[in-house]
């Protein structure tokens, strides 16, 4: 009896030991690199991203051998919280603890996020505060010569410091097309609108609304009022008039969308005021977002020909020219 004891304990010993040097053999080999080869590949760590995605795309690159053995390792070493967002050059000759503190070193590259509704001086401006060599006037000159008031796409880029302006362009443009695009194509077909007409009145949608809902039913508002020669009567295009006058009297920073419109601002005579011309503007005011983009190609359709938003950005509708005068005497002169 004490014998098959002893010998459970000493197989027990053994099979722990051979495991221990089992794990020890795994933990080394997952270490190495995957390959010899010494060529750079791109790698982008996008923000928001847990080490364990990241794990499982440099698997899949084949630039680490195992995501358990990568994961591990930056816990024990103190660095899973350290790795940066940001696009890096990695080798497959590298180890895999090589690989982890080149992500925690940053790139050179610089993270850039357009927001929604920004007109193209204001993403000019934007790209000049975070260090990229962007002439004011040369931006918006290259932005038109290219057609590209309108798309550019908002969203996260990632861009290399050394970028110059046609470069930030062409890839601002390219991911338009890709998302807003070519990610749309059934949209676009079942709309049979023409890119400039969509991307101008989406322009004057994302001014005027700043939820999904309600993107849809002004989109419908205004395509109805089109339709019916009605002039749009949109106060996001009277103030991109207004301060396109009067930010280029200033050449300094400036209030691009001034909120409080004048009676002689509603009077001022300009194609991109829609109280005085009918039809859409000449092109866009600001560049738009996916939502509104959608919005227009797919509108809601109402019995409303009217909308205010409130001074707490609400949207009221009405369908007569009584009951808007009604809302306008409740929400905003109250």
């Not at 601002?172 to 079942?190: M, P, R, Y």
Request: aromatic share 10%; proline share 4%.
């Amino acid at each position: 009896m004490v014998k098959k004891k002893s010998f459970f304990v000493v197989f027990g010993i053994y099979l722990f030991l051979v495991f221990i040097l089992g794990s020890l053999l795994w933990w080394r080999v997952s270490l190495q690199p995957t390959g010899g080869v010494k060529n750079s590949v791109s790698f982008v760590i996008d923000k928001g991203e847990g080490v364990s995605e990241i794990a499982a795309r440099l698997k899949e690159q084949d630039l680490i051998k195992d995501e358990l053995s990568f994961k591990v390792w930056t816990v024990v070493a103190g660095i899973a919280r350290k790795i940066k967002a940001g696009n890096y050059y990695l080798s497959r000759s590298m180890t895999t603890p090589e690989v982890a503190r080149t992500l925690t070193k940053g790139s050179a590259d610089r993270w850039l996020t357009i927001v929604e509704g920004l007109r193209t001086e204001q993403i000019g401006e934007l790209l000049i505060r975070e260090g990229f060599a962007i002439d004011p006037e040369e931006w918006e000159k290259e932005v038109k010569a290219k057609k590209l008031e309108g798309k550019l796409f908002p969203d996260s880029y990632l861009f290399p410091q050394s970028s110059t302006q046609a470069a930030i362009l062409k890839i601002i443009g390219k991911n338009f097309q890709k998302k807003a695009v070519d990610g749309l194509k059934n949209e676009w077909a079942a709309s049979g609108k023409s890119q400039n007409f969509v991307i101008t009145l989406a322009s004057l949608v994302e001014r005027e609304a700043k939820t999904s809902q309600d993107r849809a039913l002004v989109a419908g508002i205004l395509l109805k009022r089109v339709e019916e020669d009605w002039p749009l009567q949109v106060d996001a295009s009277v103030q991109y008039a207004v301060a396109g006058r009067e930010c280029s009297i200033l050449k300094s920073p400036c209030d691009w969308w001034p909120e409080q419109l004048t009676q002689k601002d509603l009077q001022m005579q300009s194609a991109y005021n829609t109280y005085l011309y009918k039809g859409l503007p000449p092109g866009p005011i600001c560049n738009s977002g996916l939502s509104s983009i959608k919005a227009v190609l797919s509108p809601t359709k109402s019995s409303y020909w009217y909308y205010l938003s409130d001074k707490d950005g609400v949207i009221h509708y009405a369908e007569t020219s009584e009951e808007h005068q009604n809302n306008i005497q409740k929400f905003l002169r109250e």
